[in-house]
């Protein structure tokens, strides 16, 4: 969907001169649009946590009428950061601005920002002293040639800690190519369109605003321009309004001009102001705002009430500000707005429940106990007061064991240094932590200070979460240990106060599922009265595990466990996308994905859901092109809009149901207040289907995901990614909605859809795999072939797919030439005399073994996996068959043993890994190099002799009910083995020849009793764990 | 003469073959040819291959078999030229003279690759036949034939396809079972060309769409009152409407014949065609009936621009 058009600085007109000043509004004629400040405050020195925002001040200025003035009365940290501009690559520009204080001399640091692709910063600065008189100050910088991004930001930034207080005027910002010139603002004529605020708050949609556009005329004559203002839906990218004027002005002359701003839609809105002049268009400034469905704030009873919830740190605590923060800093980052707006804003948002967390809490040990015997609630207290007079509840999460960074252990950190004195510390951590160690408090003075706190906030924080993802660095028996002393806190001081543990994460690797199993091994269930999880493996429908799916199994995991059905709470999932290998973009997601989070964790029935980061519900307002949240003002996005919709419809609401209407369609059914309501979105890759609803718009309201109608005569609707909510009206009974939603009809235009296609030897020849599946509601016959870069279909191969099914269909080909490791194709689905292309990818087939019979080989048999041939670790395999098994020789050079296990996994030792696919043409499914259930792995221990095998994944079961064991035999400088696989476990019935498995053999080498180990493979590149598609082919000739 | 199907065996083997012939028809025979000068033949590897470098005249290759009557046949052989292509529309023809009847000629274009042709034909009431073989000698060329092979056809294979190379992808350069059949302008033959975008194969049939024009099939058999399709699929590289026709009209045409054809639309997508009718079994009304055979046309208006293209192609009956 589009964001606010393009939204950069400028347009380079013909006619303009090179070095045009980039800074739009840089004189501040228009007001303060275009620039935010950023304070970061402290309650010693402003308990009441007043912002003084930049204003514009008529009284002094180098230019024009008037400054932007920066009070700063209480020595705050500042950062003003100006929107974004584009510079272009190994070019040189030259920064100038007009300042002065009001005191004699302090230092004030000017630096542009970049953010590169691989989340490293480009930046160029200088510091200046800025006296009590205006005084131009400039530097100049080259932009890096090699840079991968073009857009900057800069921000201004004073006031140290121990600097004095100093307010700050500023004037004519220039940015230009080249060297310093004489001042010129961006343009002769200037524009700029604002709303009166940054969101509303209404009613009903029949309310309206005032949009005004202010025009200021730089130039030495008068001017007649036309000007024009267009508002944008950020969404949808449809025009909302667009305000033509004709404007003439005298020399120096601001006209404003007011239109009416009808906030007749919810969503977040970009306002673009442009200039005509001379037959030239030019964009300024932009703004933004949003509209949003008014909230009651009301504190939720977090047992009963679902709320839609976030994490964020709710006081906005960060080290400090840019250039001026410290590494050791608590300070409170008021964006453009204070504490006490924001709250409210946050309000509107419909977040009602806040897990105070990243990037820093006011419930950290150093916050609240920063000596011994000392508490300090003053930060927590601000925050849990603020935030219930606007009816949010905080999640604290408190922590006895910390990670801390080498090199912090001064108490530098988050964790004073009178308490990591005292704590155990521990070394023996997972290798993606070796830059930390963990240090375990005493249990006694973790209670001591648990204590303290439930006892602090008895009545005023109903749920206290038992430390965060402790499944990364703890052991089970220590984790176990703390929420047990805080269960003994709770009894005696706050017995109405809930414990929310186990907090096991699906993020860096960690297995969600088995740490919660082990904890109740340990006897946790006693202690909790809610079991939290992160589920960053299966963010939603359409992950490889999926959401409901994952869910589903950890609540019938806790109930095997418990016998009991325990409250279950997502409590933190960042990256509701999925993964990028950019971790900026692995934090943004699309506007759906929050949504689907929050109905689909309600929809299965976890009690409380704050996946995102609150950050998210914003937008970048001044910079979207860059990647950082905090470099802007705090202006509702999209996100918030959703998540204010959600608020509105599901607050409160239960599950009733859920249908799958097609493979990719959910339809979850709530009740809220006896009423039934039902969200539905297409979470899979089609865009074609369609469904039809028999209910009207008497019967029920119908709107999108951020609350807008849409008319049930509008049907079929087209189903996408962005939820539609349904809520039925006075005259629909609850069955009759529900019998509506199950007779639901689907249409889709293609109703076959291909997921992937994989070239794959078989018998003498090729075939491609495909799989497909039936979107539609009724069966589906046809035909498939196959066309590509250096592959040409033999014919086509006939299929039938039901109703909702996937299959997999072989089409036999002939390769001509594959040159490439992947070539682009064509799978060709005819039905009903219409052919549908769908283009895919073909890679090339892995490694291809050609196994004989001992009678049928024609060559003598071949090794074909090596390390450097003669070098100290290398393996060789061949395989054979007859009628009854298929045999498999290994040859491994390893001089060196790695001894006993001593707790290391498998593939930590000396180990042959033997991958088994026993039906590689299957392609069904969403994710189809996901295991399947003929799928399956063995691990060979060479030096083990009780341990020697082990089998995994269900494709092997018959393997290991077989009791099939390798034969070693120990050579001087390693080991053979060999292997006899019945062809019935592998699925073949005699004659084997023609038929093909997937294969992949792995050799692990660990040289004695350490973990880091070497490995050589045959086909998967390292792969094979993850992905059944990158092993190789054993084919029966 | 050689009669078909008397060959040594042994009991169990003329058991299987008469099983097999049964269903198939028969298994295919070489064709007794008799060769006259300047005709010539050699021995390759492979079998006896007949050459004529054309220069004037009408000489012929010669066969003559015995054969069963009211039977279906088909003789089929490979054949290549030194000029493919050529400028007459049918250079090569077969001329089939059955017994106590008139004659009657099919023509094929030619190639300059080893492609195979095909001919069918229905014996009628009689129970031998004459061919021969022999070339317009229009243009100056050597032309070549190998693997000259009779066999009879059971009405059981009819329901598949007997419409040779329906893919298209045997072919080389001309489309053995198709040929010109009219056209206003330049004569240009119906090619094979390399195309990779339709649902399987490497090559489809193309013809220049450049005033009206017509290609037809070869004749292919039928039998009376039974229902017949012919489905192919088509593109064009402009919008343009074509006539599919399942035509009667004999090679030896008596009198009123049958045809039932169909107009359809292509445009430059894929899509599959399909032309069906029953047969008359009324041989009075359509005496063309008589020799059992069918030919299937398909042409193009004057408007029509550009390419036409055309692949799997199938001649079926029910």
Request: hydrophobic share 40%.
């Given at each position: 969907m589009v964001w606010g058009g393009v939204l950069c600085g400028g347009v380079l007109l013909p006619g303009f001169l090179a070095a045009e000043n980039l800074f739009n509004n840089s004189g501040f004629e228009l007001g303060d649009e275009g620039y935010v400040a950023v304070k970061f405050q402290r309650l010693e020195t402003n308990k009441d946590l007043t912002y003084e925002p930049a204003r514009v001040d008529a009284a002094t200025a180098v230019g024009g009428k008037q400054s932007l003035f920066i009070p700063n009365r209480l020595a705050e940290q500042v950062n003003l950061f100006t929107h974004e501009v584009k510079l272009k690559r190994g070019a040189e520009y030259t920064f100038s601005i007009w300042m002065k204080g009001n005191v004699d001399d302090f230092v004030v640091h000017v630096t542009s920002l970049c953010v590169e692709a691989d989340n490293n910063w480009q930046n160029h600065g200088a510091q200046f002293h800025v006296g009590k008189e205006w005084k131009r100050y400039s530097y100049t910088f080259k932009v890096n040639a090699g840079t991968t991004r073009d857009y900057h930001t800069f921000v201004i930034a004073w006031c140290k800690q121990g600097d004095p207080a100093a307010d700050l005027w500023m004037d004519n910002l220039q940015l230009e190519e080249g060297a310093l010139t004489d001042y010129k603002p961006s343009n002769d004529v200037e524009a700029l369109s604002v709303p009166e605020k940054k969101y509303y708050s209404v009613d009903s949609l029949d309310e309206s605003s005032l949009l005004k556009t202010a025009v200021i005329n730089y130039g030495a004559s008068e001017v007649s321009v036309k000007i024009k203002a267009v508002v944008t839906d950020d969404y949808t990218g449809d025009g909302i309004l667009t305000k033509p004027y004709q404007v003439t002005l005298a020399p120096g002359e601001i006209k404003v001009l007011s239109e009416k701003l009808p906030l007749n839609r919810y969503g977040a809105f970009n306002v673009q102001t442009s200039v005509e002049s001379g037959g030239n268009t030019r964009r300024g400034q932009w703004s933004d705002y949003a509209v949003v469905g008014r909230i009651e704030k009301k504190l939720a009873d977090l047992s009963t009430t679902f709320v839609a919830g976030i994490n964020w740190s709710g006081l906005g605590l960060t080290r400090g500000g840019l250039c001026v923060g410290t590494r050791d800093g608590s300070l409170i980052e008021c964006r453009g707005m204070s504490r006490e707006e924001f709250m409210d804003m946050l309000s509107q948002s419909g977040t009602r429940l806040l897990r105070d967390m990243d990037p820093m809490s006011v419930f950290i040990w150093k916050l609240l106990q920063p000596e011994e015997g000392k508490f300090d609630f003053s930060y927590s207290d601000k925050l849990v007061e603020m935030a219930s007079r606007h009816g949010i509840r905080i999640l604290p999460v408190l922590q006895g064991a910390f990670l801390v960074k080498k090199g912090e252990e001064s108490g530098v950190g988050y964790q004073p240094k009178w308490v990591l004195d005292k704590s155990v510390k521990r070394t023996d951590l997972p290798e993606w932590l070796r830059t930390r160690s963990l240090y375990l408090a005493p249990e006694a003075l973790w209670k001591k200070h648990f204590q303290a706190v439930v006892e602090h906030f008895k009545g005023r924080i109903t749920h206290y979460e038992i430390f965060n993802e402790p499944n990364l660095y703890m052991k089970v028996d220590d984790y176990v240990r703390y929420v047990d002393q805080a269960r003994d806190v709770v009894k005696v001081s706050d017995p109405s106060a809930k414990l929310v543990g186990i907090c096991s994460t699906g993020d860096l690797g960690g297995n969600v599922e088995s740490y919660l199993i082990d904890c109740f091994k340990g006897g946790i269930a006693n202690d909790i009265d809610v079991v939290s999880f992160h589920p960053y493996d299966a963010p939603h429908l359409a992950s490889v595990t999926a959401a409901d799916r994952q869910i589903q199994g950890v609540r019938a995991l806790i109930k095997n466990a418990t016998s009991q059905e325990m409250p279950l709470w997502n409590t933190e999932t960042y990256y509701l996308r999925g993964n990028d290998k950019n971790y900026f973009q692995t934090t943004q997601y699309d506007v759906y994905h929050a949504s689907w989070r929050l109905l689909t964790d309600l929809g299965e029935g976890v009690q409380q859901s704050m996946g995102p980061f609150g950050d998210t519900l914003f937008k970048r307002n001044l910079s979207p092109h860059v990647d950082m949240m905090g470099w802007n003002g705090l202006v509702p996005g999209v996100n918030f809009v959703a998540y204010n919709a959600f608020a509105r419809y599901f607050d409160g609401a239960k599950p009733v149901t859920k249908f799958k209407w097609m493979r990719d369609v959910i339809c979850y059914v709530y009740e809220k207040d006896g009423r039934y309501r039902a969200a539905f979105w297409n979470y899979g890759d089609s865009k074609d289907l369609k469904v039809s609803l028999k209910i009207s718009d008497e019967e029920a309201f119908l709107c999108d995901i951020f609350g807008n109608k849409v008319s049930l005569k509008n049907q079929p609707l087209r189903l996408g990614k962005s939820p539609y909510y349904l809520i039925a009206g006075a005259k629909l009974s609850n069955d009759a909605f529900l019998q509506a939603l199950k007779?639901?009809?689907?249409?889709?235009?293609?109703?076959?859809?291909?997921?992937?296609?994989?070239?794959?030897?078989?018998?003498?020849?090729?075939?491609?795999?495909?799989?497909?599946?039936?979107?539609?509601?009724?069966?589906?016959?046809?035909?498939?072939?196959?066309?590509?870069?250096?592959?040409?279909?033999?014919?086509?191969?006939?299929?039938?797919?039901?109703?909702?099914?996937?299959?997999?269909?072989?089409?036999?080909?002939?390769?001509?030439?594959?040159?490439?490791?992947?070539?682009?194709?064509t799978v060709k689905v005819v039905v009903d005399r219409k052919i549908w292309n769908f283009p895919v990818k073909i890679a090339k087939p892995g490694a291809v073994y050609g196994a004989f019979t001992k009678a049928g080989a024609q060559t003598p048999l071949a090794k074909v996996l090596s390390g450097s041939p003669?070098?100290?670790?290398?393996?060789?395999?061949?395989?054979?068959?007859?009628?009854?098994?298929?045999?498999?020789?290994?040859?491994?050079?390893?001089?060196?043993?790695?001894?006993?296990?001593?707790?290391?996994?498998?593939?930590?030792?000396?180990?042959?890994?033997?991958?088994?696919?026993?039906?590689?043409?299957?392609?069904?499914?969403?994710?189809?190099?996901?295991?399947?259930?003929?799928?399956?792995?063995?691990?060979?221990?060479?030096?083990?002799?009780?341990?020697?095998?082990?089998?995994?994944?269900?494709?092997?079961?018959?393997?290991?009910?077989?009791?099939?064991?390798?034969?070693?035999?120990?050579?001087?400088?390693?080991?053979?083995?060999?292997?006899?696989?019945?062809?019935?476990?592998?699925?073949?019935?005699?004659?084997?020849?023609g038929k093909t498995i997937g294969f992949e053999i792995l050799a692990d080498n660990v040289d004695g009793a350490q973990k880091a180990r070497e490995q050589i493979g045959w086909s998967s590149e390292g792969r094979a764990h993850e992905d059944r598609l990158s092993f190789g082919f054993i084919t029966f000739k | 003469m050689r009669r078909l199907g008397e060959c040594k065996l042994d009991f169990i083997s003329k058991i299987s073959l008469i099983l097999i012939a049964m269903m198939v028809g028969s298994l295919?025979?070489?064709?007794?040819?008799?060769?006259?000068?300047?005709?010539?033949?050699?021995?390759?590897?492979?079998?006896?291959?007949?050459?004529?470098?054309?220069?004037?005249?009408?000489?012929?290759?010669?066969?003559?078999?015995?054969?069963?009557?009211?039977?279906?046949?088909r003789v089929t052989w490979k054949m290549k030229s030194t000029v493919g292509g050529a400028a007459t529309k049918t250079p090569f023809q077969l001329t089939l003279t059955p017994d106590d009847e008139r004659d009657y000629t099919y023509g094929y274009a030619l190639s300059t690759e080893w492609e195979t042709y095909t001919a069918y034909f229905y014996t009628k009431e009689s129970n031998r036949f004459k061919f021969d073989f022999?070339?317009?000698?229009?243009?100056?060329?050597?032309?070549?034939?190998?693997?000259?092979?009779?066999?009879?056809?059971?009405?059981?294979?009819?329901?598949?396809?007997?419409?040779?190379?329906?893919?298209?992808?045997?072919?080389?350069?001309?489309?053995?079972?198709?040929?010109?059949?009219?056209?206003?302008?330049?004569?240009?033959?119906?090619?094979?060309?390399?195309?990779?975008?339709?649902?399987?194969?490497?090559?489809?049939?193309?013809?220049?769409?450049?005033?009206?024009?017509?290609?037809?099939?070869?004749?292919?058999?039928?039998?009376?009152?039974?229902?017949?399709?012919?489905?192919?699929?088509?593109?064009?590289?402009?919008?343009?409407?074509?006539?599919?026709?399942?035509?009667?009209?004999?090679?030896?045409?008596?009198?009123?014949?049958?045809?039932?054809?169909?107009?359809?639309?292509?445009?430059?997508?894929?899509?599959e065609y399909e032309v069906t009718t029953e047969v008359p079994t009324d041989t009075e009304k359509y005496p063309d009936l008589l020799y059992k055979t069918m030919y299937l046309c398909l042409g193009w208006g004057k408007e029509a621009k550009g390419m036409i293209y055309f692949d799997d192609m199938s001649f079926t009956s029910k």
């Amino acid at each position: 969907m589009v964001w606010g058009g393009v939204l950069c600085g400028g347009v380079l007109l013909p006619g303009f001169l090179a070095a045009e000043n980039l800074f739009n509004n840089s004189g501040f004629e228009l007001g303060d649009e275009g620039y935010v400040a950023v304070k970061f405050q402290r309650l010693e020195t402003n308990k009441d946590l007043t912002y003084e925002p930049a204003r514009v001040d008529a009284a002094t200025a180098v230019g024009g009428k008037q400054s932007l003035f920066i009070p700063n009365r209480l020595a705050e940290q500042v950062n003003l950061f100006t929107h974004e501009v584009k510079l272009k690559r190994g070019a040189e520009y030259t920064f100038s601005i007009w300042m002065k204080g009001n005191v004699d001399d302090f230092v004030v640091h000017v630096t542009s920002l970049c953010v590169e692709a691989d989340n490293n910063w480009q930046n160029h600065g200088a510091q200046f002293h800025v006296g009590k008189e205006w005084k131009r100050y400039s530097y100049t910088f080259k932009v890096n040639a090699g840079t991968t991004r073009d857009y900057h930001t800069f921000v201004i930034a004073w006031c140290k800690q121990g600097d004095p207080a100093a307010d700050l005027w500023m004037d004519n910002l220039q940015l230009e190519e080249g060297a310093l010139t004489d001042y010129k603002p961006s343009n002769d004529v200037e524009a700029l369109s604002v709303p009166e605020k940054k969101y509303y708050s209404v009613d009903s949609l029949d309310e309206s605003s005032l949009l005004k556009t202010a025009v200021i005329n730089y130039g030495a004559s008068e001017v007649s321009v036309k000007i024009k203002a267009v508002v944008t839906d950020d969404y949808t990218g449809d025009g909302i309004l667009t305000k033509p004027y004709q404007v003439t002005l005298a020399p120096g002359e601001i006209k404003v001009l007011s239109e009416k701003l009808p906030l007749n839609r919810y969503g977040a809105f970009n306002v673009q102001t442009s200039v005509e002049s001379g037959g030239n268009t030019r964009r300024g400034q932009w703004s933004d705002y949003a509209v949003v469905g008014r909230i009651e704030k009301k504190l939720a009873d977090l047992s009963t009430t679902f709320v839609a919830g976030i994490n964020w740190s709710g006081l906005g605590l960060t080290r400090g500000g840019l250039c001026v923060g410290t590494r050791d800093g608590s300070l409170i980052e008021c964006r453009g707005m204070s504490r006490e707006e924001f709250m409210d804003m946050l309000s509107q948002s419909g977040t009602r429940l806040l897990r105070d967390m990243d990037p820093m809490s006011v419930f950290i040990w150093k916050l609240l106990q920063p000596e011994e015997g000392k508490f300090d609630f003053s930060y927590s207290d601000k925050l849990v007061e603020m935030a219930s007079r606007h009816g949010i509840r905080i999640l604290p999460v408190l922590q006895g064991a910390f990670l801390v960074k080498k090199g912090e252990e001064s108490g530098v950190g988050y964790q004073p240094k009178w308490v990591l004195d005292k704590s155990v510390k521990r070394t023996d951590l997972p290798e993606w932590l070796r830059t930390r160690s963990l240090y375990l408090a005493p249990e006694a003075l973790w209670k001591k200070h648990f204590q303290a706190v439930v006892e602090h906030f008895k009545g005023r924080i109903t749920h206290y979460e038992i430390f965060n993802e402790p499944n990364l660095y703890m052991k089970v028996d220590d984790y176990v240990r703390y929420v047990d002393q805080a269960r003994d806190v709770v009894k005696v001081s706050d017995p109405s106060a809930k414990l929310v543990g186990i907090c096991s994460t699906g993020d860096l690797g960690g297995n969600v599922e088995s740490y919660l199993i082990d904890c109740f091994k340990g006897g946790i269930a006693n202690d909790i009265d809610v079991v939290s999880f992160h589920p960053y493996d299966a963010p939603h429908l359409a992950s490889v595990t999926a959401a409901d799916r994952q869910i589903q199994g950890v609540r019938a995991l806790i109930k095997n466990a418990t016998s009991q059905e325990m409250p279950l709470w997502n409590t933190e999932t960042y990256y509701l996308r999925g993964n990028d290998k950019n971790y900026f973009q692995t934090t943004q997601y699309d506007v759906y994905h929050a949504s689907w989070r929050l109905l689909t964790d309600l929809g299965e029935g976890v009690q409380q859901s704050m996946g995102p980061f609150g950050d998210t519900l914003f937008k970048r307002n001044l910079s979207p092109h860059v990647d950082m949240m905090g470099w802007n003002g705090l202006v509702p996005g999209v996100n918030f809009v959703a998540y204010n919709a959600f608020a509105r419809y599901f607050d409160g609401a239960k599950p009733v149901t859920k249908f799958k209407w097609m493979r990719d369609v959910i339809c979850y059914v709530y009740e809220k207040d006896g009423r039934y309501r039902a969200a539905f979105w297409n979470y899979g890759d089609s865009k074609d289907l369609k469904v039809s609803l028999k209910i009207s718009d008497e019967e029920a309201f119908l709107c999108d995901i951020f609350g807008n109608k849409v008319s049930l005569k509008n049907q079929p609707l087209r189903l996408g990614k962005s939820p539609y909510y349904l809520i039925a009206g006075a005259k629909l009974s609850n069955d009759a909605f529900l019998q509506a939603l199950k007779s639901a009809a689907m249409e889709a235009e293609k109703p076959i859809q291909v997921s992937v296609a994989r070239l794959m030897p078989e018998g003498d020849g090729w075939v491609v795999a495909v799989g497909l599946s039936n979107k539609s509601s009724k069966e589906v016959k046809g035909e498939v072939g196959v066309q590509g870069n250096g592959i040409v279909g033999q014919k086509t191969t006939a299929f039938t797919a039901e109703a909702g099914g996937e299959i997999s269909v072989k089409v036999a080909v002939t390769v001509r030439d594959f040159k490439e490791t992947e070539v682009e194709a064509t799978v060709k689905v005819v039905v009903d005399r219409k052919i549908w292309n769908f283009p895919v990818k073909i890679a090339k087939p892995g490694a291809v073994y050609g196994a004989f019979t001992k009678a049928g080989a024609q060559t003598p048999l071949a090794k074909v996996l090596s390390g450097s041939p003669g070098g100290r670790f290398s393996a060789g395999f061949s395989a054979w068959y007859d009628d009854q098994n298929l045999y498999l020789e290994i040859s491994v050079k390893d001089a060196v043993s790695s001894g006993a296990p001593a707790e290391r996994n498998p593939w930590e030792q000396d180990c042959i890994e033997l991958f088994f696919d026993l039906d590689p043409s299957h392609l069904a499914g969403a994710h189809p190099a996901s295991y399947h259930a003929g799928v399956g792995r063995i691990f060979i221990l060479p030096r083990v002799s009780e341990q020697g095998i082990k089998f995994q994944g269900a494709g092997v079961n018959l393997m290991s009910d077989r009791g099939i064991k390798p034969a070693l035999q120990k050579q001087a400088n390693g080991y053979d083995l060999t292997l006899a696989v019945p062809l019935t476990t592998l699925n073949i019935t005699a004659p084997a020849r023609g038929k093909t498995i997937g294969f992949e053999i792995l050799a692990d080498n660990v040289d004695g009793a350490q973990k880091a180990r070497e490995q050589i493979g045959w086909s998967s590149e390292g792969r094979a764990h993850e992905d059944r598609l990158s092993f190789g082919f054993i084919t029966f000739k | 003469m050689r009669r078909l199907g008397e060959c040594k065996l042994d009991f169990i083997s003329k058991i299987s073959l008469i099983l097999i012939a049964m269903m198939v028809g028969s298994l295919a025979e070489e064709l007794p040819i008799k060769v006259t000068a300047p005709w010539a033949k050699h021995r390759e590897e492979g079998g006896m291959v007949y050459s004529l470098a054309v220069t004037t005249g009408w000489p012929k290759l010669h066969a003559e078999v015995d054969t069963k009557t009211g039977s279906y046949y088909r003789v089929t052989w490979k054949m290549k030229s030194t000029v493919g292509g050529a400028a007459t529309k049918t250079p090569f023809q077969l001329t089939l003279t059955p017994d106590d009847e008139r004659d009657y000629t099919y023509g094929y274009a030619l190639s300059t690759e080893w492609e195979t042709y095909t001919a069918y034909f229905y014996t009628k009431e009689s129970n031998r036949f004459k061919f021969d073989f022999f070339i317009n000698p229009e243009t100056e060329l050597t032309v070549s034939l190998k693997g000259i092979e009779i066999a009879e056809v059971s009405s059981d294979q009819f329901k598949e396809n007997t419409l040779p190379d329906g893919n298209l992808e045997n072919g080389l350069m001309v489309p053995a079972a198709w040929k010109y059949n009219s056209r206003e302008g330049k004569f240009q033959p119906p090619r094979i060309v390399p195309l990779k975008d339709f649902i399987s194969g490497e090559k489809s049939l193309a013809v220049q769409a450049d005033g009206a024009g017509e290609i037809a099939s070869i004749y292919l058999p039928v039998e009376l009152g039974r229902s017949v399709s012919f489905k192919f699929w088509a593109k064009a590289d402009q919008e343009c409407q074509i006539t599919a026709i399942i035509q009667g009209y004999a090679v030896r045409h008596t009198g009123s014949h049958f045809y039932k054809g169909k107009k359809m639309k292509v445009d430059t997508e894929w899509k599959e065609y399909e032309v069906t009718t029953e047969v008359p079994t009324d041989t009075e009304k359509y005496p063309d009936l008589l020799y059992k055979t069918m030919y299937l046309c398909l042409g193009w208006g004057k408007e029509a621009k550009g390419m036409i293209y055309f692949d799997d192609m199938s001649f079926t009956s029910k």
